[in-house]
T-cell receptor, first 111, second 116 residues
Framework: GIQVEQSPPDLILQEGANSTLRCNFSDSVNNLQWFHQNPWGQLINLFYIPSGTKQNGRLSATTVATERYSLLYISSSQTTDSGVYFCAVRGYGGSQGNLIFGKGTKLSVKP | ETGVTQTPRHLVMGMTNKKSLKCEQHLGHNAMYWYKQSAKKPLELMFVYNFKEQTENNSVPSRFSPECPNSSHLFLHLHTLQPEDSALYLC???????????????FGPGTRLTVL
Protein backbone atom coordinates (compact mmCIF):
# COMPACT_ATOMS: atom_id res chain seq x y z
CA GLY A 1 0.00 0.00 0.00
CA ILE A 2 0.88 3.66 -0.13
CA GLN A 3 3.47 4.90 2.34
CA VAL A 4 3.16 8.38 3.80
CA GLU A 5 6.11 10.05 5.48
CA GLN A 6 5.94 13.37 7.26
CA SER A 7 8.81 15.55 8.34
CA PRO A 8 9.96 16.80 10.68
CA PRO A 9 8.40 14.62 13.41
CA ASP A 10 8.73 17.43 15.96
CA LEU A 11 9.04 21.17 15.56
CA ILE A 12 9.40 23.90 18.16
CA LEU A 13 8.86 27.50 17.10
CA GLN A 14 8.84 30.89 18.69
CA GLU A 15 5.59 32.77 18.21
CA GLY A 16 5.71 34.75 15.00
CA ALA A 17 8.04 32.39 13.17
CA ASN A 18 7.26 30.68 9.87
CA SER A 19 7.47 26.95 9.19
CA THR A 20 7.16 24.37 6.43
CA LEU A 21 5.88 20.85 7.00
CA ARG A 22 6.44 18.17 4.40
CA CYS A 23 4.50 15.08 3.32
CA ASN A 24 5.99 12.53 0.93
CA PHE A 25 3.93 9.71 -0.52
CA SER A 26 4.99 6.64 -2.41
CA ASP A 27 2.39 6.37 -5.18
CA SER A 28 -0.13 8.37 -7.19
CA VAL A 29 -2.98 9.78 -5.15
CA ASN A 30 -6.41 11.19 -5.94
CA ASN A 31 -6.98 12.73 -2.53
CA LEU A 32 -4.70 14.49 -0.11
CA GLN A 33 -5.82 16.18 3.06
CA TRP A 34 -4.02 18.15 5.74
CA PHE A 35 -5.44 18.07 9.27
CA HIS A 36 -4.61 19.79 12.53
CA GLN A 37 -5.27 17.76 15.66
CA ASN A 38 -5.75 20.05 18.62
CA PRO A 39 -4.83 19.13 22.21
CA TRP A 40 -8.34 17.77 22.79
CA GLY A 41 -8.00 15.29 19.94
CA GLN A 42 -10.26 16.96 17.39
CA LEU A 43 -9.06 16.60 13.80
CA ILE A 44 -9.70 19.83 11.97
CA ASN A 45 -9.68 19.96 8.19
CA LEU A 46 -7.12 22.39 6.85
CA PHE A 47 -6.91 21.60 3.15
CA TYR A 48 -8.23 19.19 0.58
CA ILE A 49 -5.43 19.44 -1.97
CA PRO A 50 -4.69 16.52 -4.31
CA SER A 51 -2.81 18.99 -6.51
CA GLY A 52 -2.04 22.67 -6.82
CA THR A 53 -1.83 25.44 -4.25
CA LYS A 54 -4.37 26.78 -1.79
CA GLN A 55 -4.27 29.45 0.86
CA ASN A 56 -6.39 30.05 3.93
CA GLY A 57 -5.29 32.95 6.07
CA ARG A 58 -1.85 32.29 7.51
CA LEU A 59 -1.82 28.76 6.18
CA SER A 60 -1.13 27.61 2.65
CA ALA A 61 -0.46 24.27 1.03
CA THR A 62 1.07 23.04 -2.18
CA THR A 63 0.88 19.54 -3.63
CA VAL A 64 3.14 18.50 -6.50
CA ALA A 65 1.44 15.27 -7.45
CA THR A 66 3.96 14.33 -10.15
CA GLU A 67 6.77 14.47 -7.59
CA ARG A 68 4.68 12.91 -4.82
CA TYR A 69 4.94 15.48 -2.10
CA SER A 70 2.92 18.16 -0.38
CA LEU A 71 3.99 21.10 1.73
CA LEU A 72 2.08 22.95 4.44
CA TYR A 73 3.24 26.47 5.21
CA ILE A 74 2.43 28.20 8.46
CA SER A 75 3.29 31.89 8.63
CA SER A 76 3.42 34.14 11.69
CA SER A 77 2.77 31.17 13.96
CA GLN A 78 0.61 31.56 17.07
CA THR A 79 0.41 29.45 20.22
CA THR A 80 -2.98 28.20 19.05
CA ASP A 81 -1.24 26.57 16.08
CA SER A 82 0.28 24.03 18.48
CA GLY A 83 -0.79 20.44 18.00
CA VAL A 84 -0.16 17.63 15.57
CA TYR A 85 -0.43 18.11 11.81
CA PHE A 86 -1.39 15.08 9.76
CA CYS A 87 -1.18 14.46 6.07
CA ALA A 88 -3.49 11.77 4.67
CA VAL A 89 -3.71 10.41 1.14
CA ARG A 90 -5.89 8.09 -0.86
CA GLY A 91 -4.56 6.12 -3.79
CA TYR A 92 -6.18 4.62 -6.85
CA GLY A 93 -7.63 1.12 -6.89
CA GLY A 94 -7.56 -1.30 -3.98
CA SER A 95 -9.45 -0.02 -0.95
CA GLN A 96 -10.95 2.87 -2.83
CA GLY A 97 -11.95 5.43 -0.28
CA ASN A 98 -9.49 4.74 2.49
CA LEU A 99 -7.22 7.49 3.69
CA ILE A 100 -3.70 6.54 4.69
CA PHE A 101 -2.32 8.78 7.42
CA GLY A 102 1.24 9.79 8.11
CA LYS A 103 2.60 9.75 11.65
CA GLY A 104 2.23 13.51 11.93
CA THR A 105 4.37 16.52 12.81
CA LYS A 106 4.06 17.70 16.39
CA LEU A 107 4.28 21.49 16.48
CA SER A 108 4.86 23.47 19.64
CA VAL A 109 4.66 27.25 19.41
CA LYS A 110 6.19 29.05 22.39
CA PRO A 111 5.05 32.54 23.45
CA GLU B 1 -25.78 20.45 15.60
CA THR B 2 -23.43 20.75 12.68
CA GLY B 3 -20.72 18.59 11.22
CA VAL B 4 -19.95 15.29 12.90
CA THR B 5 -20.83 14.69 16.54
CA GLN B 6 -19.78 11.87 18.86
CA THR B 7 -21.02 10.74 22.24
CA PRO B 8 -19.86 10.20 24.84
CA ARG B 9 -16.70 12.31 24.74
CA HIS B 10 -15.11 10.29 27.53
CA LEU B 11 -15.79 6.74 28.64
CA VAL B 12 -14.28 4.59 31.36
CA MET B 13 -15.30 0.94 31.38
CA GLY B 14 -14.30 -2.32 32.94
CA MET B 15 -13.32 -5.34 30.90
CA THR B 16 -16.66 -7.04 31.49
CA ASN B 17 -18.83 -4.05 30.59
CA LYS B 18 -20.82 -3.49 27.42
CA LYS B 19 -21.00 0.04 26.07
CA SER B 20 -21.69 1.79 22.79
CA LEU B 21 -20.18 4.77 21.04
CA LYS B 22 -22.42 6.91 18.88
CA CYS B 23 -21.60 9.04 15.86
CA GLU B 24 -23.97 11.30 13.93
CA GLN B 25 -23.22 13.34 10.85
CA HIS B 26 -25.26 16.34 9.70
CA LEU B 27 -23.51 16.80 6.35
CA GLY B 28 -25.71 14.69 4.10
CA HIS B 29 -22.87 12.24 3.50
CA ASN B 30 -23.19 8.60 2.56
CA ALA B 31 -19.98 7.12 3.91
CA MET B 32 -19.00 6.81 7.57
CA TYR B 33 -15.81 5.57 9.19
CA TRP B 34 -14.46 4.44 12.56
CA TYR B 35 -10.80 5.08 13.34
CA LYS B 36 -8.70 4.20 16.37
CA GLN B 37 -5.86 6.39 17.56
CA SER B 38 -3.56 4.91 20.18
CA ALA B 39 -0.71 6.77 21.79
CA LYS B 40 2.32 7.10 19.54
CA LYS B 41 0.60 5.36 16.60
CA PRO B 42 -0.88 6.61 13.34
CA LEU B 43 -4.63 6.60 12.92
CA GLU B 44 -5.90 3.11 12.17
CA LEU B 45 -8.99 2.61 10.05
CA MET B 46 -11.35 0.12 11.66
CA PHE B 47 -14.59 0.04 9.67
CA VAL B 48 -16.17 1.73 6.66
CA TYR B 49 -19.83 1.95 5.77
CA ASN B 50 -20.96 3.24 2.39
CA PHE B 51 -24.71 3.74 1.89
CA LYS B 52 -25.25 1.71 5.11
CA GLU B 53 -23.30 -1.27 3.79
CA GLN B 54 -20.05 -2.31 5.45
CA THR B 55 -17.28 -2.12 2.89
CA GLU B 56 -14.19 -2.44 5.08
CA ASN B 57 -13.30 -4.36 8.20
CA ASN B 58 -9.59 -4.02 8.84
CA SER B 59 -9.15 -7.23 10.84
CA VAL B 60 -10.77 -5.69 13.86
CA PRO B 61 -11.38 -8.07 16.81
CA SER B 62 -14.97 -9.19 17.25
CA ARG B 63 -15.20 -7.43 20.63
CA PHE B 64 -15.79 -4.32 18.46
CA SER B 65 -19.12 -4.51 16.63
CA PRO B 66 -20.21 -1.69 14.30
CA GLU B 67 -23.75 -0.82 13.35
CA CYS B 68 -24.98 1.63 10.73
CA PRO B 69 -28.79 1.91 10.79
CA ASN B 70 -28.83 4.78 8.28
CA SER B 71 -26.39 7.05 6.48
CA SER B 72 -26.44 9.60 9.30
CA HIS B 73 -25.74 7.36 12.27
CA LEU B 74 -22.92 5.00 13.15
CA PHE B 75 -22.43 3.02 16.33
CA LEU B 76 -19.55 1.04 17.76
CA HIS B 77 -20.65 -1.56 20.28
CA LEU B 78 -17.99 -2.59 22.76
CA HIS B 79 -17.86 -5.72 24.90
CA THR B 80 -15.19 -7.56 26.89
CA LEU B 81 -12.54 -5.05 25.93
CA GLN B 82 -8.90 -5.23 26.97
CA PRO B 83 -6.79 -2.48 28.55
CA GLU B 84 -4.85 -2.19 25.27
CA ASP B 85 -8.09 -1.06 23.61
CA SER B 86 -7.82 2.21 25.49
CA ALA B 87 -7.53 4.87 22.82
CA LEU B 88 -9.21 7.80 21.10
CA TYR B 89 -11.96 6.56 18.79
CA LEU B 90 -12.75 8.90 15.94
CA CYS B 91 -15.69 8.88 13.59
CA UNK B 92 -15.58 10.48 10.15
CA UNK B 93 -17.87 10.92 7.18
CA UNK B 94 -17.50 11.74 3.50
CA UNK B 95 -19.78 12.25 0.54
CA UNK B 96 -19.01 8.85 -0.92
CA UNK B 97 -16.40 6.18 -0.40
CA UNK B 98 -16.01 5.43 -4.11
CA UNK B 99 -12.82 6.33 -5.87
CA UNK B 100 -12.90 9.17 -8.36
CA UNK B 101 -15.46 11.19 -6.46
CA UNK B 102 -14.48 14.01 -4.17
CA UNK B 103 -14.09 12.22 -0.89
CA UNK B 104 -12.97 14.75 1.67
CA UNK B 105 -13.39 13.27 5.13
CA UNK B 106 -14.65 15.23 8.11
CA PHE B 107 -14.03 14.05 11.65
CA GLY B 108 -15.94 14.18 14.89
CA PRO B 109 -14.34 15.24 18.19
CA GLY B 110 -13.69 11.66 19.26
CA THR B 111 -14.43 9.48 22.29
CA ARG B 112 -11.54 8.96 24.67
CA LEU B 113 -11.94 5.41 25.98
CA THR B 114 -10.21 3.99 29.01
CA VAL B 115 -10.52 0.27 29.76
CA LEU B 116 -9.69 -0.71 33.32
Amino acid sequence: GIQVEQSPPDLILQEGANSTLRCNFSDSVNNLQWFHQNPWGQLINLFYIPSGTKQNGRLSATTVATERYSLLYISSSQTTDSGVYFCAVRGYGGSQGNLIFGKGTKLSVKP
Amino acid sequence: ETGVTQTPRHLVMGMTNKKSLKCEQHLGHNAMYWYKQSAKKPLELMFVYNFKEQTENNSVPSRFSPECPNSSHLFLHLHTLQPEDSALYLCASSQDWASGIRNEQFFGPGTRLTVL
